[in-house]
T-cell receptor, first 113, second 110 residues
């Protein structure tokens, strides 16, 4: 069966510090991968998605970046965090051609202080 | 681009039936999905409609009207554990990248 792992679960970082969140998927090949951010009490904002290794599409301009160094690994990074980067970050995957059904990781609660 | 509208909050009593609506504006519509998210948790997939009509899965049903750009999620025999946020998401464009609504917070009272 397929599983998705996302870590860490919580993170407190000072303004201006770097960020690296990692997500890995097991039990499937060539998945579509996503990073979403959710502000408190709000909907999910798509940040990045990837349909293959090294293929990253960005939805909104920001100081975040994403990379997909391996087929089932998706990394969200920042060189210098802003206060506005605080939020709940969710990684998700879907079958290639099956984007109507996303499977989400357990999320990372990021607080930038 | 895409936009979705959902009521922010719905309240109901245990054992009742509740309907949560979703209206959308998008080009190249593919389908409408629904997700459930409990506080502090990750969203989980509930249902998907690509064609007009009602899809039923146990206590959950989802409806779509493509001509009205409208759908709803129906929950029957409400239980306390159904208290959660419910998001609709539309897929559109060539690669169906899901766009989510802001969600409806369902509060179930005893």
């Amino acid at each position: 069966s397929q599983t998705i792992h996302q870590w860490p679960a919580t993170l407190v970082q000072p303004v201006g510090s770097p960020l690296s969140l990692e997500c890995t998927v097991e039990g499937t090949s060539n998945p579509n991968l996503y990073w979403y951010r959710q502000a408190a009490g709000r909907g999910l904002q798509l940040l990045f998605y990837s349909v293959g290794i090294g293929q990253i599409s960005s939805e909104v301009p920001q100081n975040l970046s994403a990379s997909r160094p391996q087929d089932r690994q998706f990394i969200l990074s920042s060189k210098k965090l802003l206060l506005s980067d605080s939020g709940f970050y969710l990684c998700a995957w879907s079958m290639n051609g099956g984007n109507e059904k996303l499977f989400f990781g357990s999320g990372t609660q990021l607080s930038v202080l | 681009g895409q936009s979705l509208e959902q009521p922010s909050e719905v309240t109901a009593v245990e054992g009742a039936i509740v309907q949560m609506n979703c209206t959308y504006q998008t080009s190249g519509f593919y389908g409408l999905s629904w997700y459930q998210q409990h506080d502090g948790g990750a969203p989980t997939f509930l249902s998907y409609n690509a064609l007009d009509g009602l899809e039923e899965t146990g206590r959950f049903s989802s409806f779509l009207s493509r001509s009205d750009s409208y759908g709803y999620l129906l929950l029957q025999e409400l239980q306390m554990k159904d208290s959660a946020s419910y998001f609709c998401a539309v897929g559109s464009g060539g690669s169906y990248i899901p766009t989510f609504g802001r969600g409806t917070s369902l509060i179930v009272h005893p």
